[in-house]
């Protein structure tokens, strides 16, 4: 009964990342006013700043699957049951080091994945693939870290290899720097990991006022009929993204 109410008050997102209508449900590590939100799941292998980061521990392929590894999985099973998804097992084991931490980090927008692939999920990969995406092979390991999908061709990014890549395909991509992003126990975090796209604004840890390139930003989001909202008052903070799954 729960998980049916739940649903039929709720829309499942088509595209991963990319609600169309403003988004309900989320996996945070931060609370979101107004919505669910399940906090991402404890990863110990990993620094105490990075044990409940998101997109270190899950990747959404479909509107109703997601990619774990052993670590996060039963976890995700459990929390994310009565939503209706379902939770594929990755073949690789995280570590807490580079590049064992970032395998299920992957960067979906629109009909591409970015990723780095030395380290990918091989399953992750290929459920990937097998959805229709086409992957954008990158040097960045952190790929889901290092960018936030905006629209179906629309992405902003603090990593120059994935800035790049956009060019080559035509995805308008806005470059942005990670300088005042704060991550503790190293000297910034990502942009990427700071924010997360609700399906009418760009959702960010802090201050987003005190972003370096806040104007471009939000230029950004302004063309394209979207805004951005501060979650709170404090510094910019990566919390390993912020992930929406169902929609009102």
């Keep these: 009964m729960k998980y049916s109410l739940l649903v039929n008050n709720m829309n499942y997102i088509k595209k991963p990342y990319l609600p169309k209508r403003k988004a309900k449900l989320f996996i945070s590590d931060v609370p979101i006013d107004g919505s669910i939100t399940i906090r991402s799941a404890a990863i110990s292998c990993m620094p105490k700043s990075m044990k409940h980061h998101a997109d270190l521990g899950i990747c959404i392929i479909s509107e109703k699957k997601a990619v774990c590894p052993e670590e996060t ?3 995700y099973k459990s929390a994310l049951r009565e939503y209706g998804i379902d939770i594929i097992k990755g073949k690789s084991k995280l570590k807490g080091n580079y590049p064992h931490d970032c395998a299920y980090n992957v960067g979906v927008a629109g009909k591409w ?3 780095n692939e030395k380290v990918i999920d091989r399953e992750l990969h290929n459920c990937l693939c097998e959805n229709g995406y086409e992957f954008i092979p990158v040097k960045q390991g952190y790929a889901k870290c290092s960018m936030c999908a905006i629209d179906e061709n629309s ?5 120059t290899g994935i800035f790049r890549a956009c060019e ?3 995805i308008d991509a806005l470059l942005v720097s990670n ?3 704060k991550l503790e126990g190293f000297e910034n975090g990502f942009f990427g990991g700071c ?3 609700d399906g009418e604004n760009l959702l960010v840890n ?3 006022k005190t972003l370096k390139d806040y104007k471009s930003i ?3 989001l302004t063309e394209r009929g979207f805004g951005i909202i501060s979650l709170n008052s404090g510094a910019i903070v990566d919390i390993g993204s912020i992930i929406p799954l169902m929609t009102t």
């Design 113 to 115: 994945f970015f990723a």
């Design 155 to 159: 992405l902003i990014t603090s990593d």
């Design 73 to 75: 999985l039963e976890y």
């Design 206 to 208: 802090g201050n987003a």
């Design 195 to 197: 924010c997360g796209f």
């Design 168 to 170: 080559k395909k035509g």
């Design 179 to 181: 300088d005042d992003i």
């Design 218 to 220: 939000e230029k950004f």
